[in-house]
């Protein structure tokens, strides 16, 4: 008997009778991290690891029925020992480690595996199945090293502050933004937020993550010179906006693993792409997948089949997709 296997509701592990990141309401549901893909609202049960805490509360709600363990601490639920390890994605997320009857499997949730200062670090985690994200599961997707992506958002946001006009950058309201805020260069101007952006900047604060200070875009009017040297955060719903007139004539970016590709680019139509993103890209996929040492691995979320082929023929690995039968019917949160 497999582990887990797929459901309607989402990922299930028949033993212990809970989901992982379920897609519809379930009694017990086992969440690897705080995105609204992976993370919703109606479960009658939450577990995840402890430094999500904040981040769960704000987003579903505080009074959401939510236990926490911390990572590497073990709990037994119907005969199967659960634990949650650092997933290097965004404040608190968490490979789940199941263990039953001497098997071991492991979801990863999503992940990328460079250290960014803004979560625990990815940690890889022996088992005999891994279940792997492959949202940029294809050979094109490498990143360069966060630093030189900072390094250009910073000269952008000079150029910008000596042309006089703001610089408005499209992030993620979850993770990227904060990611961003941890690695530019904060004397360069004032910061402001979007209001979907500052209130989770306060629980990254909270569980100690070092942020710059960080102010709210609509206390600023359209004539406040202020803006002329202002880096903007906001996510990409605000594109086009009614909220985007306060800024006039401004400069935009967008930060995003997508970046990586033209014909995005073009589509979103903005001044500058940075590619920066909070998952693995293809070489961080197989050297997390090596590291586990499963002999077998189940791909879910992006380029399934070819992942899962490379896996079989170039890696001699036991590689299958699963059926994520109704994923569909849910975008993505994050990249």
Not at 75 to 96: D, E, K, M, R, Y
Not at 183 to 192: E, H, M, N, V
Request: aromatic share 10%.
């Amino acid at each position: 008997m497999d582990l887990v296997i797929a459901r309607r509701e989402g990922l299930y592990c028949p033993p212990g009778n809970f989901y992982i990141d379920p897609w519809r309401p379930v009694p017990h549901a086992v969440i690897t991290h705080g995105h609204g893909d992976h993370a919703r609202t109606g479960n009658g049960h939450y577990l995840a690891a402890a430094p999500g805490e904040g981040i769960l509360r704000t987003r579903l709600g505080q009074d959401i029925d939510l236990q926490v363990l911390p990572y590497g601490q073990r709990l037994v639920h119907n005969g199967v020992t659960v634990s949650f390890h650092p997933a290097g994605h965004v404040l608190g997320s968490a490979q789940v480690r199941l263990e039953y009857q001497g098997e071991v499997w492991v979801a990863s949730g999503d992940y990328k595996v460079e250290a960014d200062g803004t979560c625990a670090a990815f940690e890889p985690v022996r088992c005999h199945t891994f279940i792997t994200e492959s949202t940029f599961g294809l050979p094109i997707y490498r990143w360069q090293a966060q630093q030189q992506v900072f390094e250009e958002i910073n000269q952008w946001w000079r150029a910008n502050i000596e042309a006089g006009r703001p610089s408005v950058l499209f992030a993620y309201a979850f993770g990227k933004a904060q990611r961003i805020l941890h690695g530019i260069d904060a004397s360069l101007g004032p910061i402001l937020a979007h209001g979907a952006v500052e209130p989770l900047n306060r629980v990254y604060r909270a569980a100690g993550v070092e942020l710059p200070p960080t102010l709210y875009a609509t206390e600023f009017k359209k004539t406040d010179p202020t803006l002329r040297q202002a880096l903007i955060i906001a996510p990409p719903s605000a594109a086009g906006s009614t909220w985007m007139r306060r800024f006039g004539q401004y400069s935009d970016g967008f930060a995003s693993g997508w970046m990586r590709l033209r014909g995005t680019r073009r589509r979103r139509g903005v001044d500058r792409g940075f590619v920066l993103s909070d998952h693995a890209d293809w070489p961080g996929l197989l050297w997390a997948i090596e590291q586990t040492g499963a002999e077998r691995v189940m791909v879910t979320h992006g380029s399934v089949a070819v992942l899962a082929r490379y896996l079989r023929e170039q890696r001699g690995l036991d590689a299958r997709g699963f059926d994520e039968a109704g994923m569909s019917e849910f975008e993505r949160d994050d990249d």
